[in-house]
């Protein structure tokens, strides 16, 4: 079976010869401009950011970063792909990766 | 009735998110019945205005810094809340909380306005920008939401006339109604509260609003070209070319306007008066030292004219994602781009605009390097000193030295500013991890002639102000040091030698020697902690110039024949660094509440500006130009 990997999660032949799309979480710091997904959780806890883990959840949540929204990375800045400009909905939002680290997409 | 404060006057608030236009909505309630001031202790400024209402209703209205949360993260923040809950001791809690909401984006509003509901307050929603709303399809339905919310709701569009005709009569309703204060129950939100008020707020706007604003086309398509990684940097260098381009060349011809307007003053009351000290005084005290400043005045507006429009455009927050990484690179936080931007206009702006950054050692770092910008107020001691040493030849027939010299000056203090904020973060604060840099990015919007207006007629005034303050005082008192004692009739020397101005500088002379000064720079650096450009003034006083300041080039002539090279290499380099700015230096113990770091300030500025003086002085005169 050919397994081909995209932003999106992982996509593969079934048997009868369906193209299916496994969805799996990913951090949106690693997804590229262009990447579109729907947030499935808020993982704060392992993340290097100087905020606490309670309190980048709280931060991300008041910009709009809540499960079921609906995001995409619209830019990126030049130096080490960094910051991104993310559209939450219907509003844009710059942070970087290291902090959407902790928002899972997919 | 609501429960009133003062003779009969309610006391409103308007709370909001960032970019909501809360200040274009509290201009169009309040028009130009605006006072500015601070909130005692702190520097974030207070601006409260008063309007009637349509039955005649007089009401107070204060216009609170914008927030996401009540949970307080930065000193801004901080006066929403106390103001909010009624904790600031000088000030009422208000009567109604008016909460201002961006029509094309909700969701965090409506958030907002959950939370605010736990104030126990009378609350209202205002949803701003209606028109914009309804020209991109949205459809809200009013009622629905003020029943879904449990809060009056009314649309208004606060730039166009008659926009606000609606919200005043809800008001009128809504004061004459009563509502209930219910007891404050707010409590700073935990996660599970924050996410919950989230879903909540997504819910009413999916059964309220239909067809909820897309991405804005225009904005789109404009950052494609603006946020883009090479392209978008590129445009913002050339940006900031053209705004210190423009404050050099466009600002000249009005500046040449004052400045023979003030010349021609002087002559009036040279002609006028009868010769002696009076004549003087005022003719080289007064109109002289105060028009030596005011010349500057289309320099700084300019500045500020693109500040201003660049700000109300929606563009410094892209200015802030562009810059994030290369500022970083020497600890300093995106949004530090936007003060620091500033400081090249004044570095006191610049550091109250530090208010936005949240994280106390990045604002510090900041607050740190803001006066090592090239303020507007170092332009006159540059022009003077370059005009007067540097020949005005071309360098490979295309940049003029003179202006190459200038470029250098200003390069030297951007990067003096860089390398001490590297210092400080990755010496003092190795072990601080760099904060977050998070920031929504306005939609575009077309700048409004009136705001800008409004803005740029406040920096003028703060800065006649302080020339009809600050520095018209400091020019009466070099005058007068200058002046007094009066040489004795059988004088041999010019007058100024028997005066207390040169036994000053005399015994300041020793320090400075090393790096050049004689003792007529030495007295006109004192005056100069007040203003740096009074320095230029001062020097011409001291110099005893008649007329003070008979065009500048005047001065200049006089000072070429009389300092070396090296002397005036030397005085450029310490103005790269010196903090000569008692304003700057009083803001700095403001914004940070502390005189230890106004006093670390001025310390390492002295030590930077000594050193570098006396090196490049020597350097000078060991090159043959002592």
Redesign the interface.
């Known amino acids: 079976m050919r397994i081909r990997r995209n932003t999106n999660g992982r996509e593969f032949v079934s048997r009868d010869s369906q193209v299916v799309t496994v969805k799996t979480s990913s951090p949106l710091g690693r997804a590229l401009p262009g990447f579109r997904g729907r947030i499935d959780a808020i993982q704060a806890a392992e993340h290097?950011?100087?905020?606490s883990a309670?309190e980048?959840?709280?931060?991300?949540?008041?910009?709009?970063f809540?499960?079921?929204?609906i995001v995409e990375i619209?830019?990126?800045?030049?130096?080490?792909r960094?910051?991104i400009?993310v559209?939450v909905?219907?509003?844009?939002?710059?942070?970087?990766r290291?902090?959407a680290m902790a928002v899972l997409v997919t | 009735m609501i429960a009133t404060t003062g003779a009969g006057a309610c006391h409103f608030a308007l709370v909001g998110t960032p970019n909501s236009g809360k200040t274009a909505l509290f201009n169009a309630l309040t028009g130009n019945r605006q006072k500015v001031a601070n909130y005692p202790g702190v520097t974030v400024e207070r601006k409260s205005g008063a309007l009637v209402t349509p039955s005649g209703r007089k009401v107070t209205i204060v216009d609170l810094p914008g927030t996401?949360?009540l949970?307080a993260r930065s000193p801004d923040e901080e006066i929403t809340r106390d103001v909010v809950l009624g904790r600031l001791a000088a000030e009422a809690q208000p009567d109604l909380l008016l909460c201002v909401a961006d029509s094309?984006?909700l969701?965090?509003a409506i958030?907002l306005v959950l939370e605010l509901k736990h104030v126990g307050r009378p609350l209202m929603l205002v949803l701003n920008m209606i028109d914009i709303a309804n020209k991109r399809g949205v459809e809200i339905d009013v009622e629905k939401m003020s029943a879904a919310l449990g809060v009056p709701v009314v649309t208004a569009v606060a730039i166009r006339r008659g926009g606000t005709d609606a919200l005043l009569r809800q008001i009128d309703e809504l004061v004459a109604n009563r509502p209930e204060n219910v007891p404050h129950s707010w409590h700073s939100?935990t996660?599970g509260e924050?996410?919950a008020a989230?879903?909540e707020a997504?819910a009413i706007l999916r059964a309220t609003v239909r067809n909820?604003?897309?991405?804005d086309n225009l904005?789109?398509r404009l950052?494609a070209v603006l946020?883009?990684?090479?392209a978008?940097?590129v445009i913002l260098f050339v940006l900031l070319f053209v705004m210190f381009q423009a404050v050099f060349s466009w600002a000249q011809p009005l500046m040449n306007l004052i400045s023979s307007g003030f010349d021609a003053l002087g002559a009036l009351a040279h002609d006028t008066l009868p010769g002696g000290i009076l004549q003087s005084f005022i003719q080289n005290g007064v109109i002289s030292g105060v028009g030596s400043v005011i010349v500057f005045l289309p320099q700084i507006l300019t500045l500020f004219l693109f500040i201003l429009l660049l700000e109300d455009l929606g563009y410094m927050?892209r200015a802030?994602?562009?810059m994030?990484?290369?500022m970083g690179?020497a600890g300093l936080h995106?949004r530090a781009f936007i003060p620091l931007l500033s400081s090249f206009a004044c570095a006191i702006p610049g550091i109250m605009a530090t208010r936005v950054i949240d994280?106390k050692r990045d604002r510090l770092t900041t607050i740190l390097v803001a006066p090592l910008m090239t303020c507007s107020a170092r332009i006159p001691v540059y022009t003077l000193i370059i005009s007067a040493f540097v020949p005005a030849t071309k360098v490979w027939g295309l940049f003029s030295l003179q202006g190459l010299v200038m470029f250098g000056l200003y390069a030297g203090g951007i990067f003096s500013a860089l390398g001490v904020s590297f210092v400080a973060k990755y010496v003092f604060w190795r072990d601080?991890?760099?904060?977050?840099?998070?920031?929504?990015?306005?939609d575009y919007k077309l700048p409004r002639v009136k705001s800008v207006a409004l803005g740029l007629y406040t920096r003028a005034k703060a800065f006649l102000q302080r020339a009809g303050t600050t520095i018209f005082s400091m020019m009466v008192l070099i005058w007068f040091l200058a002046s007094f004692p009066q040489a004795p009739a059988n004088a041999t020397e010019p007058p100024i030698n028997y005066s207390v101005a040169a036994w000053i500088g005399h015994a300041m002379q020793p320090v400075l020697a090393p790096v050049g000064f004689n003792w007529q720079i030495s007295v006109a650096l004192v005056p100069g902690m007040a203003a740096r450009e009074v320095a230029v003034a001062a020097l011409g006083t001291v110099y005893s110039i008649e007329g003070g300041k008979q065009a500048a080039s005047a001065i200049g002539h006089v000072l070429a024949g009389k300092w070396s090279l090296a002397t005036a290499l030397a005085l450029l380099v310490w103005y790269i660094f010196a903090p000569q700015c008692a304003s700057t230096l009083a803001v700095i113990r403001r914004e940070t509440g502390s005189w230890k770091w106004m006093a670390i300030t001025f310390a390492y500025m002295l030590t930077l500006a000594y050193i570098a003086a006396f090196a490049t002085f020597h350097i000078a005169v060991a090159m043959g130009a002592g």
């Open positions: 290097t950011s100087v905020l309670d980048l959840e709280r931060r991300l949540i008041e910009l709009g809540v499960e079921g929204a619209l830019h990126e800045g030049f130096f080490g960094d910051p400009a559209r909905d219907n509003a844009t939002v710059a942070l970087r290291r902090e | 996401y949360s949970r094309t984006n969701r965090l958030r939100p996660v924050l996410r989230q879903r997504d909820p604003a897309k991405a904005t789109t950052d946020l883009h990684p090479v978008g940097l927050a802030a994602f562009l994030d990484r290369i690179g995106g994280n601080q991890p760099s904060p977050p840099f998070m920031l929504e990015l306005p």
